[in-house]
């Protein structure tokens, strides 16, 4: 008995963090792309994924697309995922030399939109 009560324990434990964690998110869902141009052969792309209230999300994702040519740069994307097949840039950031782990912001407009913590 002691182990079934541990198990229903354990579960419900389970669904309530799961509850928590899809009622702090924006709702508003966004799409990180990598690649070497606007080309869909050198570009990968994430599947939409919801923002935290805060802002943040963590992913772990493994996304391979060919080595940038001489004096290109790996780009980063930020968008916005819309319903329809648009979506809307909210930042971008060049990688010119990999280096492992490293920080990029993303930028529109002269801006910074969002940091990227990614490893190269």
């Keep these: 008995a002691n182990l079934l009560d541990a198990a229903k324990s354990a579960f419900h ?3 309530r963090r799961s509850d928590e964690a899809s009622s702090e998110t924006t709702g508003e869902q966004v799409v990180v792309e990598v690649g070497t141009s606007d080309t869909a052969a050198s570009v990968q792309r994430t599947k939409p994924f919801d923002l935290y209230d805060d802002g943040t999300v963590t992913l772990s994702r493994v996304m391979f ?35 492992g782990p490293m920080r990029v912001d993303l930028v529109r407009k002269g801006r910074s939109r969002a940091v990227a913590v990614l490893t190269v």
Excluded: D, T, Y
């Design 65 to 99: 697309v060919p080595a940038p040519g001489e004096g290109e740069s790996l780009i980063v994307r930020l968008l916005r995922h819309r319903s329809s097949q648009q979506q809307a840039l909210i930042g971008e950031g060049k990688i010119s030399e990999a280096s």
């Design 13 to 15: 434990v389970f669904n």
